[in-house]
């Protein structure tokens, strides 16, 4: 399968917002996660927020704090990113994986490895 292809980035102050958006037209099946990391170098890879493609429901890392939006249409998932703070720099991935009966969305993303070049994301004070 293809890498998704991550779009959206940029430079932003405090408070402001951004809107990524992730090509993952090859992750369409309904038994699939969704699901968006962001990492800062030198520290590992951390999930943000994941949906299932089957009927939408969505999880998100507790510090989100209600800022962030993750959602989906047939080939695109996108991440609303609002009340921007510094400690939100980082390059921005998104990902995509099967989930079985009994897992969680998050423990299927966590498999992911095909990465994309990310999006990076930069916000000043």
């Known amino acids: 399968q293809a890498r998704p292809v991550e779009s959206g980035g940029g430079s932003v102050q405090t408070g402001e917002s951004l809107r990524l958006s992730c090509d993952v037209s090859?992750?369409?099946?309904?038994?699939?996660?969704r699901g968006w990391f962001r990492q800062v170098p030198g520290k590992e890879r951390e999930e943000i927020a994941d949906?299932?493609?089957?009927?939408?429901t969505t999880s998100y890392a507790d510090f989100v704090q209600g800022r962030f939006t993750i959602s989906q249409d047939k080939n695109t998932l996108s991440l609303q990113l609002d009340n921007l703070k510094p400690e939100d720099t980082a390059m921005y991935y998104c990902?995509?994986?099967?989930?079985?009966?009994?897992?969680?969305?998050?423990?299927?993303?966590?498999?992911?490895?095909?990465w994309g070049q990310g999006t990076q994301v930069t916000v000043s004070s």
């Open positions: 990902a995509a994986a099967f989930k079985d009966l009994w897992g969680s969305c998050r423990s299927a993303v966590a498999t992911f490895r095909n």
């Open positions: 090859e992750y369409t099946r309904s038994d699939y996660c």
């Open positions: 949906i299932y493609v089957r009927d939408g």
